[in-house]
């Protein structure tokens, strides 16, 4: 259909650009490495180096989008899981993080300045809320009842430097993971499972954006007598 290709044709870009510069995409450069800082460099070799860097992990994950086939239809399971198993290996292939190791990498940069332990809970707190991360288990207020325990045994505040009470909370966490079900064996599930939450998000996404951009194109003269598409029905690698 008329509408349909010049849908495609004139969204190419647009689309494209959405797919890779998502929000979970777009991160600070400095976060892309999993190694440790490399030297300092002068001004306009850095600048070039990040340039050639993102540059390298576009072009990777284009690469990778122009082969695999997404449907956009967050409630269907298949295609959720199908689009966050793309997702993945772009970031396999691009050396890029995945959403846990990027929270580990901003709970590491935002703490390692942190004394104590009630602004350390604090600090992931905010971290949480920032990411839009739900604590449907309610973890966060065991963790700070745990603190409050503590802090009065030991009668004072409690200092991550402090050993003997650092070792008394970590047995209190050890409860409370008990208590709700959470085993260390079990973590690479739940990152699992987040990254579905986040796939499934990112298509509801792409799915508003599509539905946006058709009715935007409908309104114009030369399409009032087409028929809009099922979004489902569209190829994501021809919008590349």
Known sequence: MAF?????????QLYGSQIILQKEYAIPVRSFAKEAAPPALKGDEMLKNIFLEVKKKFETAIGILRKEKI????????AVAQYAKVMKTIREKADCFSESQRI??????RTADIQDARTYLLMLREIRLKRGLTDELGAEAMM?????KIEKEIKKPLLRNDKKGMALLMAEFDKINKK???????????????ELKIAKA???ELKKDALEAMETQKKREEFKDEQMVDVKSLDVRNFI
């Open 180 to 194: 709700l079900g959470i085993r260390k064996e079990d973590l690479p599930k739940y990152e699992e499972q987040l």
């Open 71 to 78: 449907t956009i239809d967050p409630d269907d399971q298949a």
């Open 144 to 148: 700070m009842d745990a603190l409050e």
């Open 4 to 12: 349909t290709s010049r849908l495609l044709s004139k969204s190419r």
């Open 202 to 204: 990112q298509l509801e």
């Open 104 to 109: 580990q990498f901003t709970i590491q940069s």
